[in-house]
């Protein structure tokens, strides 16, 4: 299994079993919500292009929101790519009329589960199965409603808070983090979606941010590669 952060946000790439998976992409200069007067964000650093990532066997989006499933960054790459993610993110992504194989995770050729949280529009946390371990990708953070286990856990640090009547807390932090990898029984536990980024609008003005770091935490900077595989430990 080996993970590699592509940008200071939650874009990675994946290479577990032998299948490359292209993991939330936004490499566009900004991403918008509903309305740039509502909420614009625009990365600070030089992003990758998509010309220079290997292609992937299959792209995985985890949620419907801009900075995870970003129509630009999408539709620059090739429409043969076959696209995993649940049933209702794949309906907005096939009203683009772009991609030719749409799938859903039960038909994934990976084995990724979604897990049950408490707020599961948010706060979305999948479990990856494979012959080197278990992922678990919550990049908002998870407090979860079912019991699992995993070796990795994807996480946030960065505790991002809005108003109540905009949604809460979209980043739970570090503390529910570190939680959420103590629950599990993880070895690892990996930041993403904490990137510090130029942002305007309403939301801008109301969001209340704090990011944390952690001497047991992993931070990769973009373009590090985390390996593991389970079999060299038990041996």
């Known amino acids: 299994m080996q993970l590699t952060k592509l940008n200071a946000d939650s874009s990675w790439f994946w290479t577990i079993d032998g299948l490359r998976v292209l993991v939330d992409p936004w ?9 740039p007067w509502f909420s614009r964000q ?22 419907r929101y801009t900075d995870h499933c970003n129509r630009e960054t999408l539709l620059q790459l090739d429409a043969n790519i076959p ?14 009329g772009h991609f030719k194989k ?4 039960s038909e994934a050729p990976l084995d990724i589960q979604l897990v049950a949280t408490r707020q599961n529009l948010v706060h979305k946390a999948y479990l990856v199965t ?11 953070g998870a407090q979860l409603k079912q019991e699992c286990a995993a070796e990795i856990v994807i996480a946030s640090t960065l ?9 809460g807390v979209i980043n739970l932090g570090l503390k529910v983090a570190l939680d959420l990898k ?17 942002a305007e ?15 047991g935490i992993t931070y990769l900077n973009p373009g590090e590669t985390f390996s593991f595989d389970l079999s060299e430990i038990k041996n």
């Open 83 to 96: 696209l995993i993610a649940l049933q209702s993110i794949l309906k907005k992504i096939e009203a683009w």
């Open 159 to 167: 505790r991002y808070e809005l108003p109540i009547f905009l949604g």
């Open 182 to 198: 103590e629950s599990v029984r993880a070895r690892h536990l990996l930041c993403t979606h904490a990137e510090n980024k130029r």
């Open 42 to 63: 625009f990365h600070l650093d030089e992003q990758p292009s998509v010309a220079a990532i290997p292609k992937p066997d299959y792209i995985f989006i985890s949620h």
């Open 130 to 140: 494979s012959s080197s371990g278990k992922l678990l990708y919550a990049p908002h």
């Open 27 to 35: 490499f566009t200069e900004s991403q918008v919500d509903f309305h």
């Open 102 to 105: 749409l799938i859903p995770l």
């Open 201 to 215: 609008g309403l939301v801008a003005l109301l969001a209340k941010k704090k990011f944390q770091k952690d001497a």
